[in-house]
């Protein structure tokens, strides 16, 4: 939306316009601090006070500056302010003053991530208010080059604990703004559906995505920082279907336990209330929510080793149960030369010829390393798979993970959490801190999605948090959605931290893919998670040629660099990303006829050559096609595909 004036948030109608003059002042009358501005200065917001249902309230409007420089309206109104239960802070807020923006900039090594060396700048200003009591609240914004990013602090330092009531932070999102959204499950396991309008109300997941209507500009709404002081958000558009307001859990989530509301004590800050902004493309390749969130509590890393892991569920359901079955996925990690195999649900249940020390010693024979399941236990989930409530407690999780490291465990999948309640925020935090006293791997399933805490707990290596292929297990819908869904995950969930979508399935589960061979095999790369479960059965992965099976013993699961080449949600996306001195390229597309792109590679070292191996559909659906070629930058590869098709390539530099 382009700004051509500040008077824009009265529904004015032709009858009205008589009137206006009249009441003008009245509907909407506001004055503005200076704006900021982000460092290359694309991104601008300012501070203005505005006449909202009669009551006077401090607004933040954001707007992006295109390559023609000109001024368009991203958010033109982000609503400010919280209640608590003494006092609110919220209408009526007097401004004492603005600082002067002080320059942040900062640069530090991930563990893993779509990018290890991360560099980020910002200008940051701190807005200081008093309430009508004289109570404090301060607001501090951060402008970087790929967003916006503002909290909340009190200031004063008062005795007690306050419960917070309601957030008021609201993002007025004008019709004809595209969108895709997710509605909100405890889980995070939906569909993102694209709309144009906010006619369709519900609560809403992170993240959530945008494409203003008349500008190149999109935004991405998401929350980083969150710790044990407050719960975990989500959207509304409920009460105003042009306004998504952030709002606490359910009562219901997590069968009724923990508190909805969450409680602080002062001083106090906020998670960053965060929007990524600018071209599709920095959308995708930003770290914006892992530049906000604490730096690594850990001094030691030696010991966080990503990579690919063997996993029987796709296939076995109950496939642990087994002991051949655990045997055989097993040695398929061996053959593969994948770091991992996984245990999944059930490992106390374990039989025909063997036990869980049977399997562990088995599994570590091979030169492989494992991983197990475990139900998060407790009260908050009705599930009752096995072992359930071992993490429930400290005392449970000492136990527990003494057990594991003197059996040669190296990593636990935790499941069900079922809330995002601040009770349930402070059991994910116990967890990742009584797993690092054990050098523990964690991945969380069945839980909500990243908010930075990769970063700050870096043996954290994924989240499901994402409707995966584990889907095509559970009913039919997912093998007619996936194509579409899988071309929306990396501008959306994946953008934000890593995601255990459990890719590459060349067989069948329960119900069938309408992806192609190239398209699964792409998914591999295109899809990021530092611990990367390939899903099929050994016989999957026996099936396809030799130079594809070559090409999955060696995908790596920590990037130096990702960059986004074209595409464009729902429809297709095309990544370049890479490992050390070597690219590898993916792409899918979700179309029902077949596509072919010219694949531009100006992201290559100038004067260097590469080895191309391009692996892509070949005459139908089950067949993939391997051709190898010598490129340079400024080249361009023209790829086929076959409809909901893909590919998957790695440039290797010739010495």
Not at 46 to 73: F, G, T
Not at 150 to 166: A, I
Not at 590 to 619: A, H
Request: contains cysteine; aromatic residues 12%; charged residues 25%.
């Amino acid at each position: 939306m382009k700004r051509i004036t500040k008077y824009r948030f009265g529904l004015i109608t032709l009858l009205m316009l008589l009137n206006l003059f009249l009441i003008f002042d009245q509907s909407f009358a506001q004055r503005s601090s200076d704006a900021i501005f982000s460092p290359n200065g694309k991104i601008k917001v300012s501070l203005e006070e505005a006449m909202l249902a009669k009551d006077k309230k401090w607004i933040l409007v954001l707007s992006y500056l295109d390559e023609s420089r000109v001024e368009n309206e991203v958010i033109p109104m982000i609503e400010l302010g919280l209640k608590r239960e003494d006092q609110e802070f919220g209408s009526g807020l007097n401004l004492l003053k603005v600082s002067k923006p002080k320059l942040i900039k900062e640069q530090y090594e991930a563990v893993h991530g779509k990018r290890l060396s991360r560099s980020n700048t910002a200008y940051e200003v701190v807005a200081n208010f008093e309430n009508a009591q004289k109570a404090k609240l301060d607001v501090v914004i951060r402008l970087y080059d790929d967003g916006l990013a503002f909290r909340y602090h009190f200031p004063e330092k008062n005795s007690g604990e306050f419960k917070v009531l309601d957030e008021f932070t609201s993002y007025h999102i004008p019709d004809s703004t595209m969108r895709w959204l997710q509605k909100f499950n405890p889980a995070n396991e939906g569909y993102y559906r694209a709309s144009k309008d906010g006619n369709t109300q519900a609560d809403w997941a992170y993240p959530a995505l945008f494409h203003t209507a008349d500008t190149s500009a999109f935004f991405l709404i998401h929350e980083a920082g969150l710790d044990r002081n407050y719960c975990g958000t989500k959207l509304s558009n409920q009460g105003d279907s042009k306004s998504y307001k952030l709002v606490f859990p359910d009562d219901w989530n997590g069968r009724g336990q923990g508190q909805r509301e969450p409680t602080i004590s002062l001083p106090w800050s906020s998670p960053w209330r965060v929007i990524q902004v600018g071209d599709i493309g920095s959308i995708v390749a930003s770290t914006l929510v892992d530049d906000l969130s604490p730096a690594s509590i850990l001094t030691d890393i030696e010991w966080i080793k990503p990579g690919l892991v063997s996993w029987n569920y796709w296939s076995h359901n109950h496939g642990t149960k087994d002991f051949q079955v655990v045997k055989k996925f097993a040695d398929l990690a061996a053959e593969m030369n994948w770091p991992y195999t996984l245990i999944d649900w059930e490992w106390d249940a374990i039989s025909n010829g063997g036990n869980l020390n049977d399997a562990l010693t088995y599994i570590q024979n091979l030169g492989v390393k494992p991983l197990i399941w475990y139900n998060s236990g407790g009260n908050h989930t009705w599930v009752e798979a096995t072992p359930k409530d071992r993490m429930l407690t400290h005392e449970n999780r000492v136990k527990e993970f003494t057990m594991l490291k003197e059996k040669g465990v190296v990593g636990v999948k935790i499941d069900f959490f079922e809330s995002e309640k601040q009770d349930m925020i402070n059991y994910y935090i116990d967890i990742l801190e009584d797993a690092a006293e054990f050098e523990m791997l964690i991945y969380f399933h069945g839980c909500l999605v990243p908010r930075g805490w990769a970063r700050t707990y870096p043996h954290l290596m994924t989240y499901e948090g994402v409707r995966g292929a584990e889907w095509y297990n559970n009913g039919p819908d997912f093998t007619i959605e996936a194509p579409v869904h899988n071309t929306i995950m990396p501008f959306t969930r994946n953008v934000v931290g890593s995601m255990d979508y459990t890719p590459v399935t060349f067989s069948n589960s329960q119900f069938p893919h309408i992806t192609s061979y190239g398209h699964e095999i792409a998914l591999g790369v295109l899809f990021e998670s530092a611990l990367q479960h390939l899903a099929d059965r050994p016989e999957g992965y026996e099936m396809i040629p030799y130079a594809a099976k070559v090409f999955l013993r060696d995908i790596p699961t920590i990037w130096d660099d990702t960059q986004f080449i074209s595409g464009y949600p729902g429809v297709d996306i095309n990544l370049a990303r890479r490992s050390e001195d070597q690219w590898y390229l993916s792409g899918i597309h979700s179309e029902s006829k077949p596509k072919r792109i010219n694949l531009s590679l100006d992201f290559l070292d100038e004067g260097q050559k590469y080895k191309l191996t391009l692996i892509k559909d070949g005459n139908h659906d089950q067949e993939l096609e391997t051709s190898y070629k010598v490129v340079s930058k400024g080249e361009k590869i023209s790829i086929r595909m076959l409809p909901r098709g893909g590919y998957l390539g790695k440039l290797e530099p010739i010495k």
